[in-house]
């Protein structure tokens, strides 16, 4: 059965202001699915069939030109970048007609780059990621973290694990050579695996690189593989000190809680929760939330964090009204004043520019009022508290 994505909305109305949308998302994400459940009648073609890509290489216009009475819906289209200055022609002869293509891809660098070389000002730039909990709700916490987002784990939790290995090994043995000129793929697969394990962490290429006996540059550019291929993100620290020094290196987050488990060998859900990774697994799907958030509203990300070199943090500051909503992340049930306190401290010294109240996002059964106007909220809200703030 289909599920519904919060992207539609903002698919229509990119469809209605551009001659072309690119969809990008990590792979197996169920950008196909989406796409051809929104645009039942378009035309469709995938260019992980090498018949069609040689067709569109080969012979660009004819291929095009199979198009011209509906729109058409061009998948994976990384494969064939050569179409894409074609692609810009057939736009600009028929500027007015919009909604006319829809481009998907798997990967953000070199694709943005032709992308943004060929069709700017033409295209539209979404992203679809995995599930979010408001399009796939769940009942507990530990089957939230376990099962992810990726649809097939998430609606089938008894493939769960043969799924995530096999992802891990198309991810390395083909998505990865794609990217990047990667010839070690048995240190990069150990590099995914010691990433895991720093996942909300920040991110220290030094460690990694002694660990594995490469270069920071390799570390710092394989990160960047991780980033385009959607498996994990860095969140940027807030610029602003407000009087103290500050930690200026990005936190490490896998993107998806269920990768972020197998490859940590958590043994099961209530273990994963219960154990010394429990309070990252729920931090990393609060900043998750985040980020999809904004993808579904078509938005840029606005999200950071905040550490001083003296001990303060907050886990996220999200930029919303010219303001920072702080928010802390907590896996006690069990809200109490001493959790509100870096919030308190941060909006002291960030002025006007901090919005009140301050968020602790934990396991809470309620809504629960903290000192000096702070709140409380279940990790379950989030989401809704989300999509009602945007």
């Not at 769940?138 to 043969?162: F, K, S």
């Given at each position: ?5 919060q992207?539609g909305?903002?698919l ?16 197996q ?6 796409l051809r459940?929104?645009l ?5 073609v995938?260019?992980d ?9 080969a012979?660009p ?9 509906r729109?058409?819906l061009?998948?994976?289209?990384q494969y064939?970048p050569?179409?894409?200055?074609h692609?810009k022609?057939?736009i600009?002869?028929e ?7 829809v ?6 660098f070199?694709?943005m780059?032709?992308?943004s070389e ?16 408001l399009?796939l709700?769940?009942?507990t916490?530990d089957?939230?973290l ?28 083909r998505d990865?050579?794609?990217?990047r000129n990667?010839?070690d793929?048995h240190a ?7 990433a895991?394990?720093?996942h909300g962490?920040v991110?220290h ?6 660990d ?6 390799t570390?710092?550019s ?18 602003r000190n ?7 290196t ?8 269920a ?7 958590q ?5 994963a ?9 729920l ?5 998750s939330e985040?980020?999809k958030a ?9 999200l ?8 303060l ?13 702080p ?15 870096p919030?308190d401290?941060?909006?002291a010294?960030?002025g006007?520019?901090a ?15 903290l ?9 379950s809200h989030?989401p809704?508290?989300l999509q009602?703030?945007?």
């Amino acid at each position: 059965m289909y599920r519904s994505r919060q992207l539609g909305t903002t698919l229509r109305s990119a469809l209605s202001a551009f001659p072309a949308v690119l969809l990008t998302g990590p792979r197996q994400s169920g950008k196909t699915t989406f796409l051809r459940h929104e645009l039942a009648d378009a035309h469709y073609v995938t260019f992980d069939d090498p018949l069609e890509r040689d067709l569109a290489t080969a012979d660009p216009a004819a291929f095009l030109g199979r198009f011209a009475d509906r729109p058409a819906l061009l998948d994976e289209i990384q494969y064939v970048p050569s179409l894409l200055s074609h692609l810009k022609m057939r736009i600009d002869a028929e500027p007015d007609r919009l909604g006319r293509w829809v481009l998907t891809g798997s990967q953000q660098f070199g694709l943005m780059r032709d992308v943004s070389e060929s069709l700017a000002g033409r295209v539209a730039l979404l992203e679809l990621p995995p599930f979010s909990a408001l399009e796939l709700p769940r009942e507990t916490l530990d089957a939230t973290l376990w099962d992810g987002g990726y649809p097939i784990p998430a609606l089938h939790p008894d493939r769960r694990d043969l799924w995530l290995r096999s992802y891990i090994a198309t991810y390395v043995e083909r998505d990865v050579r794609q990217i990047r000129n990667v010839t070690d793929l048995h240190a990069f697969s150990q590099f995914v695996a010691l990433a895991a394990a720093r996942h909300g962490q920040v991110f220290h290429a030094a460690d990694l690189a002694r660990d594995l006996g490469l270069s920071q540059p390799t570390i710092k550019s394989w990160a960047g593989v991780l980033e385009a291929s959607y498996v994990a993100f860095l969140l940027a620290p807030w610029h602003r000190n407000y009087g103290k020094r500050v930690v200026k290196t990005p936190k490490l987050y896998f993107f998806d809680s269920a990768l972020a488990t197998f490859l940590t060998r958590q043994p099961d859900a209530a273990s994963a929760l219960a154990g010394p990774m429990g309070g990252a697994l729920l931090e990393g799907w609060v900043v998750s939330e985040a980020a999809k958030a904004f993808m579904a509203a078509g938005r840029k990300s606005d999200l950071y964090f905040w550490r001083s070199h003296d001990g303060l943090e907050v886990d996220l500051l999200i930029a919303l009204g010219g303001k920072l909503q702080p928010i802390e992340v907590k896996l006690s049930a069990t809200p109490t004043p001493g959790h509100a306190e870096p919030l308190d401290r941060f909006c002291a010294l960030a002025g006007d520019e901090a919005t009140r109240p301050g968020l602790v996002v934990c396991r809470t059964d309620r809504e629960r009022h903290l000192p000096n106007g702070h709140l409380a909220i279940p990790w379950s809200h989030f989401p809704t508290w989300l999509q009602a703030n945007l």
